[in-house]
């Protein structure tokens, strides 16, 4: 089965082509995405699925998706955000008018059924901003198209999708995301004023097994994916248990309510959403209380590895740990070897990085390098996968080195990753 996804390095399309992988064994994916608020690092790495750099009004020349014959077309890929459509109008009607006309045309070209992502923001009324003036033109072009030319489409509701993958920052950022990376990083959590205003929430896995299955059974509008879970972002900040709240001032275009439709979900496919947005928040203050945890340990565990003289090797789990501990065996005129089991990106990010802040040097692209504390560090880079560009002069070491008792091992983990990026 071919399918298209355009969107599919954003947030739900990211899960989406996760799911479809594992849902359907004989498939093949392309992705369309212009990556303004998509990222490359959600490229899932199987040779089932094609990531393609593009913009969806350009779709009649891509000669890759021309020759693509899809069973299903799900339509992601659009300009997402509401606030920022006031500044972009231009790039949301190229994206949601242009572009979506060519998606569309394409679909009944290829005779391939389109399911159509709109914005439950629509039933606030089609003037509150351009994004949802877009959207609900969309709708009636999609209805009318099918009514014209006979276009196979569903479409779908989302209401406020949390979870794996959702935007934390910049200017694409959801609210979940904006509180969740707040929490992480002991921030305020910044509430929109007045803060009594309401959304449904709906998590990214009942999205995405909602969307296989409009896709297999449903046809027409109204297939609403939303939970039951409708809170105002004041409730929602209250969840986080955390005293650390401020307001910032209402914004141009958005809702006081989201508006819940008569949902064909449950009464024709069955569909019920599953989690609840409290265990997803209970989840993330887990994390940040094992990453506290952790930090705790680090330290006694350091402490522990000078008194037992160097027996173990040091596993460090954020940039700051991994730092002081240098500094720390630096301080000790220890020669040492920092070994990551980073994958190749991070790996090039990480030791300049880490060099820099301790005031070191890079010399020859590897090696020694001796400057503020007067010792040496040999750097040295593990790489399970390839050499990375950047670092081709950097040795590859053999699977022992791991036993290496005077070894620093870095391991791989979000915290680190997102401080880094
Ligand atoms: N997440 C939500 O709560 C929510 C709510 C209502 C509607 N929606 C709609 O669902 C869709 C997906 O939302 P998301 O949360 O994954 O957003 P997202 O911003 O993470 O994903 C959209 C993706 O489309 C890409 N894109 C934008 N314009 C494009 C173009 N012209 N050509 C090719 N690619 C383009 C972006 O780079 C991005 O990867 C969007 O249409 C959005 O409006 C989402």
Request: proline content about 2%; glycine content about 6%.
């Amino acid at each position: 089965m071919n399918i298209l996804v355009t969107g599919g390095a954003g947030f739900i399309g990211t899960s989406l082509i996760k799911e479809l992988l594992s849902v359907y064994k004989n498939i093949s994916i392309i992705s369309l995405d212009n990556y303004t608020s998509g990222s490359k690092k959600n490229h899932i790495n199987d040779s089932k699925v094609e990531y393609i750099d593009g913009n969806t009004w350009n779709i009649s020349n891509i000669n890759n998706i021309q020759k693509f014959n899809p069973q299903y077309v799900f339509h992601l890929g659009e300009f997402s955000r509401i606030v920022l459509s006031f500044e972009k109008p231009k790039e949301t009607f190229w994206s949601n008018s242009i572009g979506t006309f060519e998606v569309i045309e394409y679909c009944l070209q290829k005779k391939s059924k389109l399911i159509y992502s709109a914005s439950s923001a629509v039933f606030n009324g089609n003037d509150l901003n351009p994004y949802v003036f877009s959207k609900s033109q969309n709708i009636d072009l999609i209805k009318n198209y099918n009514k014209w030319f006979g276009l196979n489409y569903s479409i779908v509701y989302f209401y406020n999708v949390y979870g794996e993958k959702q935007i934390c920052n910049g200017p694409y950022a959801t609210v979940l995301g904006i509180f969740e990376k707040q929490f992480t990083e002991d921030e305020n959590l910044t509430i929109v004023s007045p803060g009594t205003q309401s959304r449904i929430f709906t998590h990214i896995d009942d999205i995405v097994r909602g969307l296989i299955l409009i896709a297999e059974k449903g046809f027409g509008d109204n297939y609403h994916l939303s939970s039951n879970e409708e809170y105002t972002i004041n409730e929602v900040a209250n969840m986080f248990d955390y005293s650390k709240i401020c307001y910032i001032p209402e914004r141009r275009g958005e809702r006081m309510v989201s508006i819940k439709q008569e949902n064909r979900m449950e009464k024709e496919l069955g569909w019920v959403a599953k989690e609840r947005l409290q265990n997803y928040i209970d989840k993330l203050k887990r994390n940040k209380l094992y990453l506290e945890e952790e930090r705790n340990d680090i330290q006694n565990y350091i402490q522990n590895h000078f008194k037992n003289n160097y027996k173990k090797p040091l596993v460090f789990f954020t940039i700051d740990d991994v730092q002081k501990a240098i500094i720390l065996l630096l301080d000790s005129k220890q020669k040492i070897k920092i070994i990551s089991s980073f994958d190749d990106k991070i790996s090039s990010k990480i030791f300049p990085y880490l060099l820099d802040e301790i005031k070191c040097d890079i010399t020859n692209g590897f090696g020694k390098c001796q400057k503020k504390y007067g010792t040496s560090i040999e750097y040295s880079y593990l790489n399970l996968k390839k050499i990375p560009i950047e670092y081709e002069n950097i040795i590859k070491l053999d699977e022992h080195s791991y036993s290496n008792d005077h070894s620093i091992y870095i391991i791989s983990m979000r915290y680190i990753i997102q401080i880094i990026e």
